[in-house]
């Protein structure tokens, strides 16, 4: 039997040193934000705050660097002007806040009602950011901090650029990332938390075909929002963070939608297309125009005493709609700033009746709780800025029944959809932070080792569930005849939601650091002489993230990492694969023959598989003898290049090793590859051990070749799967051995 332990191949030395520095190192992957602020006495903080301002204000002073997600009217202003208030106390120094043009006026408006010292309080608006000496503040409020999302925006750069040496930083906005949890990456790079590149590898997985659509990890979910959670708080109401709700009900929203039928139009068809794209969206809302103007004066006309806000997307409609409503007030875009900040806050202050502008004008950070009535014109495919217009009006404080009218037309089903599939996305990202945030309010983070470990052992194997760089430690010096293995590619897939999963890595620093703990431990348990095969490929380079088509030199990174621990670099095979159908998996630019034939510049090959051969050098003591080798089947060993390597040859129903969250990633290493390194490089009664067994593979095969074999898993399903599929080698065994007995 091969328990472990005791065991001939297992030891009871003291390792307290290794396991230390290694647990050390993992709970730095516990991604957290570290706090770089400061006290503050919630006696100290304005006196007009409700409890749960005044805990989230006091929160994001210790954290020095902070995200507020908060809901629109739960006083994202008064939070923000108290903690640039604490900052400029305690740093005897200015800060500075920087918010829409239209809202820079009711900011200042907002403090001094509160009765907040201004004077070391700059408010500027974003478009002064050339203008700016950031050096002299030492604290930089973002209000709607939403204009950070485009990653590759000119705006976002020069703000990260602007204070990347500011120490006291709090983003503040409702819609962090409307669209996709990706764009919380550019909040994390201003708060110097995490880069987005890091977020990326960490928690999101790049699907292929457009180079900017990224997701999260299935396993990463849970992980990626208690990071998140670490440096942000997000709510809709106060009751998300435990606090009462007194004072903070809404009322009803009316949401209305005015469906017009567009005249029949010339396109061959029995009925117009149904679906509008964004190429053609403006020539759409120019077709249907007057019949859509038309239904909004009519709304209008129909409360005469009432206030409207009404939405447009083109400048034409503006003009329209000022000849068929003169009482009308339009802030366009190409209006002085004085006349937008004097019209906008002026409507605010009931100057006039009916405001036309556009959602990019005014949908962030006015209050109109004075209109009850807004009118979109028109729908586009922006939930921000439809969700960002509805609040101006629909926020705690707003006293009477919200209507929102919605005038669309039959062509627009598509826009409707776009819509709808974003407000999804962004109900369950409100419903993930909060559920993170609450449990990082609670202390109650992932933390090391949170899997029920387990193992089964027999004469033929030993294998255990766990942490590979753990159970290798228990495995006796010089012991192991061979190791064979593939290791996990740090950022393309998370195969569990383990700290120990070395998929889990922001960057390949960070899996290099933890592969080189497991490095260290092979080196230690393999018997002089005797070799490491590792099986892996370089890895394809996404624009999407870095800004560039290439490839990483994944080879070379281990090629270093175990020379590092010592070993010799022995040889390398190269394993052929069909670029036909890499393509056909991949869809990968490099191998598309249009490519070629467009520019041929970014074509390539396809990527093969390696296997590298790392030696520990010293006495052979233990040679490998292959007296049963022949000359014919030593030359196909010995080729650089096998060709003949069967891809389909694997342990079968490996699908059923997956799980819910998993990627569409799971392939086992083939049976052919494992085959010839057995034969080659072990001796029959050796000990054959894989650190990342997966489904049994390595095991199954060595077991099969007369060898024993020791894995360790730390992914349960696969686990399960490779216990079933070496009870099945083992079985065939037996039978061979009875039969044999018969004879």
């Known amino acids: 039997m091969l328990n472990l332990p005791p065991n001939p191949q297992f030891c009871q030395t003291d390792v307290s040193g290794s396991t230390g520095s290694y647990l050390d190192f993992l709970q730095t992957k516990q991604k957290t934000h570290i706090l770089s602020g400061f006290d503050v006495d919630e006696k100290q903080l304005n006196n007009k705050m409700f409890d749960f301002q005044k805990f989230i204000v006091k929160r994001a002073l210790k954290a020095g660097k902070y995200a507020i997600f908060a809901d629109c009217g739960l006083g994202k202003t008064l939070m923000q002007l108290e903690w640039a208030n604490q900052v400029c106390k305690e740093t005897k120094s200015k800060v500075l806040i920087l918010a829409p043009l239209a809202v820079v006026g009711q900011t200042i408006q907002e403090g001094l009602k509160f009765g907040i010292d201004m004077s070391n309080i700059d408010v500027q608006n974003y478009e002064q950011l050339d203008n700016i000496d950031c050096s002299i503040y030492s604290g930089v409020v973002l209000d709607e901090s939403s204009i950070l999302k485009n990653f590759e925006g000119a705006t976002k750069k020069q703000i990260i650029d602007n204070f990347i040496s500011t120490p006291y930083k709090l983003a503040c906005t409702a819609t962090p990332s409307p669209n996709d949890p990706m764009e919380l990456g550019n909040h994390s790079e201003f708060l110097d938390v995490m880069s987005r590149n890091e977020m990326l590898a960490m928690y999101f997985v790049h699907d292929g075909g457009e180079t900017a659509k990224w997701r999260l990890k299935g396993h990463a979910v849970k992980m990626f929002y208690q990071f998140v959670g670490s440096w942000a708080i997000m709510l809709n109401k106060p009751m998300d963070i435990g606090f009462e709700m007194t004072g903070y009900d809404l009322p009803k929203l009316n949401l209305l939608e005015n469906q017009i039928k567009t005249p029949k139009r010339d396109n061959g068809s029995l009925f117009n297309d149904a679906i509008i794209s964004a190429t053609n969206f403006n020539q759409e809302l120019r077709l249907t125009k007057i019949e859509r103007l038309d239904e909004v004066v009519k ?283 890499e393509m056909q998996r991949t869809k990968a630019l490099g191998l598309l023959h249009k490519q070629v034939k467009k520019d041929s510049t970014m074509s390539r090959v396809g990527i093969p598989d390696y296997v590298m051969i790392f030696r520990k050098d010293g006495e052979r003591n233990n040679p490998v003898t292959n007296t049963d080798l022949s000359v014919d089947l030593w030359q196909k060993y010995a080729s650089p290049v096998w060709m003949d390597i069967n891809y389909s040859n694997t342990l079968q129903g490996f699908r059923n090793g997956r799980e819910e969250n998993d990627e569409k990633h799971i392939c086992p290493l083939q049976l052919d590859t494992i085959e010839r390194l057995v034969h080659l490089y072990s001796n029959k009664g050796d000990t054959v051990l894989t650190p990342f067994m997966g489904i049994g593979s390595e095991v199954y095969q060595a077991v099969k070749m007369g060898r024993k074999g020791i894995g360790f898993e730390l992914k349960e399903s696969y686990f399960d799967l490779a216990k079933a599929n070496l009870k099945a080698v083992v079985s065939q065994k037996n039978q061979v051995s009875l039969f044999d007995a018969v004879k």
């Open 299 to 581: 709304i209008i006309n129909e409360k005469p005493d009432e206030n409207f806000i009404i939405w447009i997307k083109q400048n034409e409609e503006g003009e329209m709609l000022k000849k068929l409503l003169p009482d009308a007030v339009e802030v366009k875009g190409s209006d002085s700033n004085e006349w937008k900040k004097e019209k906008l806050l002026g409507f605010a202050n009931n100057e006039f009746r009916i405001l036309i502008t556009k959602t990019k004008i005014a949908s962030f950070g006015m209050n109109y709780q004075n209109c009850r009535n807004q009118i979109f014109a028109s729908l586009d495919f922006s939930f921000e800025g439809l969700y960002q217009a509805i609040r101006r009006s629909y926020r705690f404080g707003q006293k009477n029944e919200v209507n929102i009218y919605l005038i669309t037309t039959d062509t627009m089903a598509n826009v409707k959809q776009a819509i709808d599939t974003k407000q999804k996305q962004f109900e369950i990202m409100q419903d993930e932070m909060a559920k993170a945030v609450n449990l990082n309010l609670a202390g109650q983070i992932m933390q090391v080792g949170e899997f029920d470990t387990t193992e089964e052992n027999n004469e033929w194997y030993s294998i255990q569930r766990g942490d590979c760089v753990q159970l290798i430690q228990n495995v006796k010096e010089e012991s192991i005849g061979l190791s064979v293995f593939s290791p996990p590619f740090a950022e393309l897939y998370t195969y569990s939601n383990h700290l120990e999963d070395m998929g889990n890595s922001k960057d390949y620093n960070e899996f290099l650091t933890q592969f080189s703990f497991l490095i260290r431990e092979l080196y230690r348990v393999m018997m002089q002489g005797r070799n490491v095969a590792v099986h892996c490929m370089d890895l394809p380079i996404q624009k999407g993230k870095e800004g560039f088509i290439g490839l990483r030199d994944f080879s070379g990174m281990i090629l270093k990492a175990f020379e590092d621990a010592g070993f010799v670099y022995a040889s390398r095979v190269t394993i052929w694969k069909d670029p036909v159908i």
